[in-house]
């Protein structure tokens, strides 16, 4: 097993090109922006950027869902961050939790494109990265400078952030 963050990349708003809008689709005209933020951020940490897919959450499908979990099931790392659209984020995240027990899958998002100013994606993949690192393992996701467990978080769609079930 190494020390290593996996981050696993199936895009979403992180890596749009455009700003997030309910009524149209992330846009990846030049691939994952995750080796520029990692420059920019000053990760220093190892780490790998492992590119599965490039697709808006709306878009994933069971078969997507069953792709990022034998990624993390296969991967020799036990630390790992799924980069991933806010709109179904909460549904992966059931979906890896159910299942996996003995990882730390970290799933992360921003709400605004890296290639945008006032982008909360730098903070949100370093405060994801970081957790990767020191949680216990089990599924979570890491937004709005908050980690949530896996059966207990949702996204609050009118105020655009991500909340518990039960509080």
Known sequence: MSDA????VTGGTIDSAQPY???????????????AMLEQ?????????????????ND??????????NRCQTCDETHLVVTHGTDTMADTARFLGERIKD????????MQPFVMERSDS?????????????????????????????DNVRKNRELGQFETLQK
């Open 103 to 110: 990882k730390t899958v970290v799933l992360v998002g921003a």
């Open 122 to 150: 730098l903070f949100n993949l370093g405060f994801a990265i970081a957790n990767a690192q020191r949680l216990p393992a089990r599924v979570y996701v890491a937004m709005n400078a908050t980690v949530f467990t896996w």
């Open 60 to 69: 994933l499908t069971e078969a997507d869902r069953q792709s990022i979990l």
């Open 5 to 8: 963050v996996r981050i696993i």
């Open 41 to 57: 951020s000053r990760v220093k940490s190892v780490v790998i950027v492992d590119v599965l897919m490039l697709k808006d959450s």
């Open 21 to 35: 809008s309910s009524t149209t689709k992330s846009v990846f005209p030049t691939g994952t922006n995750l080796p």
